[in-house]
């Protein structure tokens, strides 16, 4: 043991500055930046879907089938000559709803679990903690398919399903970044003046693990997407006539020899979105956490 | 095969050594036949899918088969006689069938089957399509008699199929009989069955042929068949293309090609009996109205549908038992199965209130795989146009036909449901098990339905009972009751390679693989 | 002049940081003798670290030096790695501050002793596991053969830097660098180290640089030093001239800020008023039971072991002892941070440890806590307006004007200014930080203060600034404290009475002048003689053997308001 | 290290306890009648037998009653029958168990044995366009869908090159699915060596290894490499449980008789006794791997060797 008592003051973490800072902190990063850029382009595809699209994603005949990208049809028609560039800009649309309606479910959940947790010690630790464990051995993939083997294979409960397989990592996360908060001298300073539950979850604890829930949620992002989109693929998730990538690449493996871009697209776009979130998630975790930098 | 290992003899070799496993192929004198699929279980009394029936078609006999225009024509049995009115059938067995096991098949094995098919304690899961037998009863060895509580002229094509394949009795003792092992009397013999994978067969040296569609009359020419499964349709024709494979369906999409370059035949059964079609919950609006239904069926173009994702493979069908089933008959069936008409579709649906801002809504249950998934994309489409919104759901058959009784059964609600139900059966029989009270799927029945489907029952002179069923014909397509789509619909086209000779496949999706032989 | 054995000449150092580079020492020179002790001492922010690993080439990556150091004849500076390798260890060798986490610990302590004798070619295996034997043997580690085969972490803190000393002898180095050696350990195990250090010294005429914060540890080793200051060399000077006569005006506020053991102590005020004592804590027991994987190990180590004590209105309790000796988990139980197995607490009458919900927050305000990390002490996301009104806004439904005003009077109580709520904590130093946390624990007006080693994490110029400020506030709010801390001399400029913890137990209690001038518990007399005095001419190197840690009797009055344990 | 390995027991019994009550609850939360939905394709079950099934399955019995029957059922080894075909489960799924095991450990090997050496060459070129590069296309490597790179893999190596057959259970059909599974894990692997080694390289005992004068190849060697693998092979437990889950998309598109497929196929029939062993068995080779691991683990690290508790 090392006398606490003596101990001089170790690299503590230079707490996060003003968000000033922040921004160009991430935008500084390579990966910050080019996942930012990512992003806001796949926002501006999914709001602007509907100005943006030249056709209707679902109408089928837009064009003649099985076109090649280029030309009019950007990036070609699909074996019902609807129009893959309008497709895949309403697939934006759903991919960030699936990634966002996903991650906030189970941000919510597993972070008021976690921080419940931290806070409460003694068994209700215990219970949660230990359940989030066992939850957590069995990987999202086998608790999003046991919930769609429950709920029934559709978009809604494939996000569902997705939403509650992620619970008990970031219950898990946001445990172990409370914990090191609840540790810290400030929080007890607060409890010893007399701050109740209520003030010391929600505002001293909560805007403290949030930056890290931030990180983790981004990340978490590219997981529900993929996790979703592997249902969808599996004909777990979305029905027809959805543009969800994941689905579409599915629909697409019989064309393979004929129109090997129908599954070239879907599998870029998910890619390129993934890659995204995961950038952005590396690049917030750098600019908020200088000691993080090299990582 | 041998131009793979000679290219990359030490890559395999270092995984081989590596993995310790041996390079598995087909040996050069097997057959093997690749599909999307396993066999549910070797018993036929346990399984009702036609991947299963395909196989037990090949290792059981039958005491009828049929002929190519699917008419029952003896087999095992090489007569039968029935009294009057129907109720007692008594068949006489040829001499010198033998199951696998090497002993004879008799009458014994036939009363044998029956027994386990209506056994009270497990009842086979097609014991309702054997009709209302009470007995079968050994009159000697090569005679058997069957008892009926009522007439049931269905059972003689039944008898065709392998729905009643003949179960050796000697599997009364066999332990895991259906799971591991199985004696039939059939062209292939049992080697191995490993789940999800592959059956492995032997031919049956002692195979005697007398009414199965193959010119062989005996054993079959190769040594072996292997039926693999390999779910991905891209992988099979891959497979296919390597040589890996002799005998696989292809990925529609490139039959077209196919045919072209003229590397594989391809081969398209006829008389499948499968019939595709439109069935819908008929006890809750909309589709409790006539109407309604009609608006779906003017606005099905089944042709334009099929032929964007099947190209020829499929054919419209207009009548409610497809091709080569008793009773079809295109143009009968014509005049009254409500034709693509999208103007009527869309005055009926006027009619009913409904409008662009208040579109009828329905969900549209679609059975998953062989491309049905996109067939009702395009359908989808179709009634998207006349201002029907409809949203699909794909699942397994199994579960389709538990959503559809659910469906059925709730009255509740005013979204509609209606589904791409697909059925197969060798005889008309299937209208009453479909539509006579109280129905498979607790669907639309009538007294006055239920009336025509008993007679079609009972008919014993074919001319009468023709005319029955195709009374019942016209009362379920002018109702819209039951609006076929198309034929035939899963598992029926086949690519072969070149070097394979003599593949054919008898109605209701029956391949033949006595004849086949394999050049080098 | 003896010959310099390393001589440092204009060095400086640049650091990396934001694609710039930072300077961080610049133009430092000195030597180092053969047998000779030189340390290098500043506060946090001087360089000496930074010089110290120039010295051995452990730079990061990036770091530009120049100016030279030559050690035997060649400039080490200016080495390629290759060239430097040959020199680490056998002619330069280093020991660390963490004795923890510098010894590896996935291999054997024998493997990391052993290994650079062979790499170096001084040794076959054979003979390297001998030598080890024999240093262990010489550095104090007992039955040294059976510890060969075991890992660090079944030594104990001094033993560890025992290893790690016997591993740098082991080379038959010419030079040692000790950076901060004695840092990370208690009072008692430093001593033994620093008696072996020096004892090295002699017996090898080595040279030892020794890298520290303490003006103590320099007085009672060092034979020159040099003192640092934002990475500038301040004063050169042998011990005994730099403390009878500083000469740079930093090295005097340096040493005007040491506290000393010897100085005069204010002794207790007796009151007119002797009141009834504000705070009594009776039979306090608290376990911990190590967690092990799933079950709850039977292993329980006892933090507190019946302790009571008592503090009267406007009195100033120390609680002083060593690392795991319970004084923390007193404060933390007393304040009710965490939950005792039994005992009582009584504030002000009031049974403190039976409150619940409302009540208990109420009581609450009474009795305030500052802490040892004035990084942490404070939530990094409230503005410190914020954080130090939020126990008024608890405690007080008051307006949030009179709010503001509050906040401001509470910041200049602290000697801050009142525009300063509107920032950040990062934007304050350590001293500036820790002034706003005490006055966040005024902010609700407690009767009592329990401040758990609130300067030890900070510089000694401004642990004295700390110190002046709590004892002023103390006189002008008339508050009780609670005083935790580990050292000895800090304890005799605030406390009017001080209780030696161990073990969980008090041994010794009584006025601070009795116990720092005549101690009579053998803990409390060996803890005195291994503090070091920062003065060279009273080091004593006569140390006090360490009584062996057991269940102590109860306590007994010698003499009026002085308590022994039996 | 006992009570270290007795602690990990005991978590891995209470995991599998936790998910046989889960199993068995599973069936409950279906909407709908189970039982129906089990026997839709049968057209000769009659209500009578439907009763019977649902006497079977103990569906008319009270929850804890139906577990009990479930777990009695369970030591002796039955986990009752599959809906299609009536199957005995168990069977089922130990003939397919195999194949997943395989192609997990497989891939697993890949991932290890591409992934750190990457992640340490990485860490020990920190900061440099190796590094940056090499983590990049980690990430990238994360980001790319199983199921698309499996499909590009099948199409280009298997059907258009012809080189590895597409379908089969032989030693060469392990090859892509493997490597489809291995090469997104292998990056995982490559980032979490990467910050693993990076942690240890900051240690105080890296210094101390180079101020005796250590080669810089024996430092990384000895005390690099062995410090920093035992977070990774912390890690390895739960990244094997990923392997796992990630098999079920694998195995359907390159046709492995895994059953990650077996379950797929399982869901779309509602043939929920299938499903519950699935998870079961699911559960029981995560705890598994994951005990065998972490005695690895307290065998390896010295501190929970050789502690005394």
């Known amino acids: 043991m090392s006398g606490s008592a003596t101990s001089m003051p170790h690299r503590s973490s230079e707490p996060v500055q003003a968000k000033h800072g922040f921004w160009r902190r991430l935008v500084r990063t390579p990966n910050g930046f080019v996942g930012l850029l990512i992003v806001a382009v796949l926002i501006v595809c999914a709001f602007g879907a509907d100005f943006l699209a030249p056709y209707n994603p679902t109408k089928m005949g837009s064009g003649p089938r099985f076109l090649p990208p280029g030309g009019t049809y950007l990036l070609g028609t699909d074996e019902f000559g609807r129009d893959m560039l309008s497709r895949i800009l309403y697939g934006s649309r759903l991919t960030l709803l699936i990634g966002a309606v996903a991650v906030g479910i189970s941000l919510t959940i597993g972070m008021l679990l976690g921080m419940v947790a931290a806070y409460c010690r003694g068994w209700i630790e215990t219970v949660l903690m230990r359940s989030s464990d066992i939850l957590f051995s069995f990987t999202e993939t086998l608790i999003a398919l046991s919930c769609v083997a429950v709920l029934g294979p559709s978009l809604q409960n494939a996000v569902l399903a997705v939403a509650i397989a992620g619970i008990p990592f970031y219950a898990r996360t946001c445990y172990s970044a409370s914990l090191v908060e609840v540790s810290k001298p400030y929080f007890e300073a607060s409890i010893a003046a007399g701050a109740g539950p209520f003030r010391m979850v929600f505002h001293h604890l909560l805007p403290n693990v949030l930056p890290t829930m931030i990180v983790v949620a981004t990340l978490g992002v590219s997981t529900a997407i993929l996790a979703a989109a592997g249902l969808s693929f599996l004909g777990l998730g979305a029905q027809p006539p959805t543009p969800e990538w994941g689905y579409m690449l599915a629909g697409s493996r019989d064309y393979i020899n004929r129109a090997p871009w129908l599954m070239t697209i879907p599998g870029v776009a998910i890619a390129i979105t993934v890659l995204g979130f995961n950038l952005l998630g590396d690049g917030f975790r750098t600019a908020l956490d200088p000691k993080e930098r090299d990582r | ?520 | 002049m003896p010959a310099s054995l390393l001589s440092v000449e204009k060095l400086s150092i640049a650091l990396p940081l934001n694609s710039a580079l930072k300077t961080v020492v610049s133009d430092l020179s000195f030597d180092v003798n053969t047998a000779e002790i030189l340390a290098i001492v500043g506060e946090s922010g001087s360089g000496k670290s930074m010089t110290a690993k120039a010295l051995m080439g452990l730079l990061p990556d990036g770091a530009k030096t120049s100016g030279s150091a030559q050690f035997q004849g060649v400039n080490i500076l200016a080495q390629t790695d290759k060239e430097r390798q040959l020199t680490r260890g056998t002619g330069i060798g280093m020991i660390f501050q963490e004795p923890m986490s510098a010894l590896n610990p996935v291999l054997t302590i024998g493997l990391q002793m052993t290994e650079a004798l062979i790499v170096h070619g001084l040794a076959n295996q054979r003979e390297a596991d001998r030598k080890a034997v024999e240093m262990l043997d010489r550095v104090g580690i007992p039955s040294p053969q059976s510890r060969l085969g075991q890992y660090p972490h079944e030594f104990s803190g001094g033993m560890r830097q025992r290893v790690m000393i016997a591993m740098t002898m082991l080379l038959e180095p010419d030079l040692i660098i000790a950076d901060e050696p004695t840092t990370a350990l208690d009072v008692t195990v430093q001593a033994q180290i620093l008696d072996l250090l020096t004892g090295l010294v002699e017996e090898t005429n080595i040279g030892l640089l020794l890298i520290t914060h303490d003006m103590g540890v320099v007085a009672e080793t060092a034979d020159r030093v040099l003192v640092m200051k934002h990475g500038k060399g301040v004063e050169e000077a042998p011990v005994r001239e730099l403390f009878a006569n500083p000469k740079a005006a930093y090295t005097k506020a340096l040493l005007a800020a040491v506290p000393r053991l010897d100085a005069d102590i204010a002794g207790p005020q007796e009151r007119a008023d002797a009141d009834a004592p504000i705070l009594e804590v009776g039979n306090l027991k608290k376990s911990f039971s190590k967690k092990n994987g799933f079950w709850r190990s039977h292993a329980t180590t006892r933090a507190l072991n019946n302790v009571s004590l008592s503090v009267r209105q406007g009195e100033t309790l120390a609680i002083v002892g060593e690392s795991g000796s319970g004084k923390s988990t007193l404060a933390r139980a007393i304040t009710r941070l965490l939950t005792v197995d039994s005992g009582n607490v009584m504030v002000n009458g009031q049974d403190f440890l039976s409150l619940k919900g409302e009540a208990l927050r109420e009581a609450r305000s009474d009795i305030q806590m500052i802490f040892q990390d004035p990084y942490s002490s404070l939530d990094p996301r409230f503005r410190i307006g914020r954080a130090i009104e939020e126990p008024i806004r608890i405690h007080k439904k008051i307006g949030s004007s009179q709010t503001r005003q509050q906040v401001s009077a509470l910041l200049e109580q602290v000697g801050l200014s009142p525009d300063m709520a509107e920032r950040y904590p990062h934007e304050f130093s350590g001293g500036q930080r820790q002034r706003i946390a005490i006055s966040r624990a005024l902010a609700c007006s407690p009767k009592i203060l329990v401040a758990d080693e609130p300067t030890s994490a900070l510089d000694v110029s401004i642990q004295a600034q700390v110190l002046d400020l709590l004892l002023r506030l103390k006189k002008e709010l008339d508050l009780t404290m609670l005083f935790i801390s580990h050292d000895l001399a800090v304890v005799g400029k605030i406390s009017d009475r001080v209780a030696v913890m161990r073990g969980g137990q008090i041994l010794e209690l009584g006025p601070t002048a009795q116990i720092l001038h005549h101690p009579q518990h053998p803990y409390t007399i060996a803890l005195l003689s291994a503090a070091p005095k920062p003065d060279p001419e009273k080091s004593q190197k006569l140390r006090v053997e360490l009584p062996l840690l057991k269940d102590a009797g109860p306590l007994q009055e010698l003499q009026p308001g002085h308590w022994v344990a039996t | 290290m006992l009570s270290f390995l007795a602690g990990r027991l005991t978590m891995g019994f209470l995991t599998i306890f936790v998910t046989t009550i889960l199993v068995t609850l599973l069936i409950h939360l279906v909407p709908g009648d189970p039982v129906q939905i089990m026997y839709a394709q049968s057209q000769g079950t009659t209500p009578e037998q439907m009763e019977e099934v649902r006497k079977s399955l103990g569906l008319d019995k009270s929850i804890p009653v139906q577990y009990a029957m479930f777990i009695g059922r369970l030591l002796e080894g039955d986990l009752g029958n599959t809906i299609r075909g009536g199957q005995p489960v168990l069977d089922v799924i130990l003939q397919r168990l195999p194949n997943t095991l395989v192609l997990a450990v497989a891939a697993m090997a890949i991932a290890i044995l591409i992934g750190v050496p990457i992640g340490f060459f990485a860490a020990y070129k920190q900061g440099t366009i190796w590094d940056v590069t090499l983590m990049i296309t980690a990430i990238a490597g994360i980001s790319m869908p199983h199921f698309w790179l499996g499909l590009i893999l099948l199409f280009y190596f298997a059907v258009d090159l012809g080189w590895l057959p597409v379908s089969g259970g032989g030693p060469l059909n392990l090859v892509l699915p493997a490597l489809t599974l291995g090469l997104s894990n292998a990056a995982i692997f490559a980032r979490l060596t990467r910050s693993s080694m990076i942690d240890v390289l900051s240690q105080d005992f890296v210094q101390t290894a180079i101020a005796k004068g250590l080669p810089k190849k024996l430092v990384l060697r000895r005390h690099v490499l062995r410090a920093g693998l035992i977070p990774i092979i912390t890690m390895m437990g739960l990244q094997f449980a990923f392997m796992m889950g990630g098999a079920i998309v694998v195995e359907n598109i390159f046709s492995w008789n895994g059953v990650g497929r077996m379950a797929v196929e399982a869901i779309f029939q509602r043939d929920y006794p299938i499903i519950q062993g699935f998870i079961l068995t699911f559960a029981v080779v995560v705890v598994f791997v994951s005990i065998m691991l972490d005695a690895v683990y307290a065998f390896i690290d010295p501190r929970i060797r050789r502690s005394q508790t």
Not at chain 2, 92 to 119: M, Q, R, W
């Open chain 2, 1 to 520: 095969m041998q131009k793979f290992l000679g290219k990359h003899a030490i890559c395999a070799g270092i995984l081989a050594l590596s993995l310790g496993g041996s390079v598995a192929g087909a040996g050069a004198k097997d057959i093997v036949w690749a599909r999307y699929g396993d066999i549910d279980s070797l018993d036929p009394h346990r399984a009702t899918s036609t991947l299963s029936l395909q196989v037990w078609s090949l290792m059981y006999d039958t005491l009828l088969a049929v002929d190519a225009d699917g008419h029952p024509v003896p087999h095992v049995a090489k007569s039968w006689t029935s009294n009057d009115t129907g109720t007692e059938y008594t068949f006489s067995l040829n001499e010198g069938v033998t199951c696998h096991d090497g002993t004879p098949l008799d009458a014994n094995d036939v009363k044998y089957t029956i027994d386990t098919a209506f056994d009270s304690e497990k009842p086979s899961l097609t014991k309702g399509s054997w009709g209302p037998i009470s007995s079968a009863e050994v009159i000697d060895p090569l005679t058997v008699k069957l008892t009926l509580e009522t007439p049931f002229v269905a059972l003689i094509p039944f008898l065709a199929d392998s729905f009643s394949s003949i179960i050796c009795d000697s599997n009364e003792d066999a332990a895991g009989f259906g799971t591991d092992t199985a004696i039939g009397s059939g062209p292939w013999k049992l080697v191995s069955w490993t789940k999800g994978d592959k059956i492995v067969f032997e031919k049956n040296p002692e195979y005697k042929n007398f009414g199965k569609l193959a010119e062989n009359p005996g054993a079959p020419y190769m040594d072996g068949l292997i039926i693999t499964t390999v779910p991905e349709p891209q992988a099979r024709f891959a497979a296919l293309k390597t040589g890996e494979v002799h005998i696989a369906e292809p990925p529609f999409d490139d039959v077209a090609a196919i045919r072209e370059s003229g590397d594989l035949q391809i081969m398209v059964a006829e008389n499948t009996g499968q019939n595709v079609f439109w069935e819908f919950a008929v006890h809750r609006p909309p589709f409790n109205d006539k109407r309604a239904r009609l608006a779906v069926a003017h606005a099905t173009d089944a042709a334009a549908a099929i032929n964007l994702i099947y190209g020829d493979l499929s054919i419209p069908e207009n009548c409610p038992v497809s091709r080569g089933v008793f009773g079809n008959d295109q143009d009968f069936c014509a005049e009254y199965r409500p034709a693509y008409d999208p103007e009527k579709s869309k005055e009926l649906l006027a009619e009913l209130g409904y409008s662009e801002s208040n579109p009828l809504e329905t969900a549209l249950l679609v059975w998953t795989g062989g491309n049905r998934q996109k067939l009702g994309e395009v359908f989808q489409a179709q009634l998207a146009e006349v201002g029907i919104k409809a949203s699909i759901e794909i699942m397994d058959i199994g579960s389709l036909n538990a959503r559809v009784r659910q469906e059925n059964e709730n009255t509740e609600g005013t979204t509609g449901s209606m589904d791409m139900m697909t059925w197969s059966w060798y005889d008309p029989d299937i209208l009453y098990a479909l539509w006579h009270t109280p129905g498979a799927y607790r669907g639309y029945t009538s007294p006055e339905l239920d009336a025509i489907l008993d007679e079609t029952r009972v008919l014993t002179d074919p001319e009468a009972r023709k005319a029955k069923v195709q009374e019942a014909f016209k009362y379920l397509l002018s109702n819209a009751i039951h609006v076929p789509l198309y034929t035939p619909g899963w598992e029926w086209v086949f690519a072969v390679r070149p070097e394979v000779k003599n593949f054919h496949v008898a109605p209701f999706v029956y391949p033949i693989f006595s004849d086949i032989k394999i050049e080098d």
